[in-house]
């Protein structure tokens, strides 16, 4: 289901007018040990469930990419440059999330050529039963957020652990009531005033995606503010 994510998309106010997350029920926060985070590139983690992170006090991070191709038209970085940055910005959010000590797990696949099948042997040979997976949802809209999805699906699937998947671009092209979003899986979790603190200090430890590099139309941010304020509620949102 890949999108086209153009244009402003969907105002975050929509969203908050929206009443349906109130009555979703909240995720019982019972891991089975630190939970499985996997992220296609640098920051998706953090902005769909730095919150959860920080308010758990355990992870393990699996990055599939490092994220190079964010600017393909930069004149200001190379790839390898930005890869290097992307990897620095995730160790400092972990960092501010109070989680600077977790493994973090690179496997350096190639940003927007994700090999779903070496993913999926990846995380197979890491998840036990009943341990929690949140990778992004498999129809979130960006190819690399539904191929690292559908690969969790499949690991989860052989290992018995527990899919949940957290969307990131679904809020930008979706709508409330969206019948493409199965919103009966929806799960939310409600953040201390601590965790929210915490999710905005790390959302801000990654200043190239979140700021322009340089004046170029190459090397615009790609999470402006209008971006960025869908991943600033008081809330998360998981679909089990």
């Not at 929509?14 to 992220?39: E, K, S």
């Not at 190379?78 to 690179?106: K, S, W």
């Not at 957290?166 to 953040?191: C, E, K, N, Q, S």
Request: aromatic content about 6%; overall charge negative.
């Amino acid at each position: 289901m890949v999108k086209a994510i153009e244009g402003a998309g969907t105002a975050e106010q929509t969203w908050l007018d929206w009443p349906a997350p109130a009555r979703w029920p909240a995720l019982p926060l019972d891991p089975a040990g630190p939970p499985l985070i996997v992220a296609p590139h640098p920051d998706d983690e953090i902005l769909g469930v730095a919150g959860l992170m920080a308010m758990l006090d355990a992870a393990e991070l699996v990055a599939v990419t490092d994220g190079e191709a964010s600017h393909p038209h930069s004149t200001v970085h190379t790839q390898l440059e930005l890869a290097a940055i992307r990897r620095d910005e995730t160790a400092e959010a972990l960092r501010r999330l109070g989680l600077g000590a977790a493994p973090v797990h690179r496997l350096g696949q190639p940003d927007g050529k994700i090999d779903e099948d070496a993913v999926a042997a990846d995380l197979t040979g890491r998840l036990t039963p009943g341990r929690w997976c949140l990778a992004t949802w498999r129809e979130d809209g960006h190819p690399d957020h539904e191929a690292v999805g559908r690969a969790a699906a499949r690991a989860c699937a052989v290992t018995g652990a527990v899919l949940l998947e957290y969307p990131i671009w679904m809020w930008h092209w979706a709508g409330p009531d969206d019948p493409r979003v199965p919103w009966r899986r929806a799960y939310r979790i409600d953040l201390t005033p601590a965790a929210q603190r915490a999710k905005a200090a790390a959302i801000a430890a990654f200043p190239s995606q979140i700021a322009p590099l340089g004046p170029e139309p190459g090397d615009a941010a790609i999470l402006p503010p209008h971006i960025l304020a869908r991943f600033t509620r008081s809330f998360e949102t998981v679909l089990r």
